[in-house]
């Protein structure tokens, strides 16, 4: 990080993006109500819906490198309902009621997204494309469509199998053999919602301090005291 500019370097949604300026680093003591560790989606997201929450917390963002310097601004921008890992081990490890209560909490958390998106007007590419689960190989097939039957046998709908044609006729491959779909998903550039996150934070009055890492946390007498770089 050079100090001017926040773009990530080799970042492919950055790559015809202009930079932003970066904001100063802490450079002396505070005092806060909420203090929130790194400037990705969760934290992002954590100050905005607090300050909305409650205007009155003071709200500082700490974050070690620029906004959107880890995973969140480097994903693939999916935006799907997908949790854990499979399904099938999902229901194994937390049974059946927890699976449809974290669907539910997935779909409910798309709906949130949209209409977060809808409200601020924030311009991110978001489209609601869908979702599709391609089987590539025979394995496959039965793989997927056992996994449909799973959703369905816990009663959560809003999946679909696709023939060869049916999917041909939307996405045309010889190795397609086959697809879940799940019309409810959608897609994003994930920098440009981190932005929006960023801005939506500070303009509800959450200070980010960038190229501030939190090297200690220490709790002292029911509060904490973080330590940073300078
Ligand atoms: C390759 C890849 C593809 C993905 N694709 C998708 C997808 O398509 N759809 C989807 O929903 N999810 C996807 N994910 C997951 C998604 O990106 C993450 O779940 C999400 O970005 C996590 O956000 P976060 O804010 O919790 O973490 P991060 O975005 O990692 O943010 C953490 C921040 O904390 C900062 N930090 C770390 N240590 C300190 C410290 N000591 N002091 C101060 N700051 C610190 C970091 O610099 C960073 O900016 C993908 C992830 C990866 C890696």
Redesign the pocket.
């Known amino acids: 990080m050079n100090g001017s500019a926040g773009a990530i370097e080799g970042c492919y949604w950055q790559a015809d993006r202009e930079t932003r300026e970066v904001s100063p680093a802490l450079s002396g003591d505070i005092k806060v109500d909420v203090a929130v560790?790194?400037?990705?989606?969760?934290?992002l997201a954590a100050a905005y819906h607090l300050k909305v929450a409650d205007p009155g917390l003071e709200i500082a963002i700490?974050?070690?490198?620029t906004?959107?310097?880890?995973?969140?601004g480097?994903?693939?921008?999916?935006?799907?309902t997908l949790f854990g890992a499979s399904v099938s081990m999902m229901k194994a490890l937390h049974g059946k009621e927890r699976v449809r209560q974290a669907h539910q909490y997935m779909v409910s958390a798309i709906s949130a997204l949209e209409a977060m998106i809808g409200e601020h007007a924030i311009d991110c590419d978001y489209e609601r494309t869908g979702f599709l689960k391609i089987a590539t190989a025979p394995a496959y097939i039965s793989l997927i469509q056992d996994e449909i039957e799973l959703f369905q046998s816990l009663g959560i709908e809003g999946f679909e199998w696709l023939d060869r044609d049916q999917l041909a006729a939307r996405i045309r491959s010889p190795v397609f053999l086959g697809a879940s779909w799940e019309p409810g998903c959608g897609l994003l550039n994930p920098v440009k919602w981190l932005n929006a996150l960023r801005r939506l934070a500070c303009a509800n009055g959450a200070r980010l301090f960038e190229g501030?890492?939190?090297?200690e946390v220490q709790r002292e007498n029911g509060r904490y005291r973080l330590t940073c770089d300078h």
Request: glycine share 24%; proline share 0%; charged share 15%.
């Open positions: 560790i790194g400037g990705g989606f969760t934290g700490l974050e070690a490198e906004a959107g310097f880890g995973a969140s480097r994903n693939a921008g999916f935006v799907m501030t890492r939190v090297s």
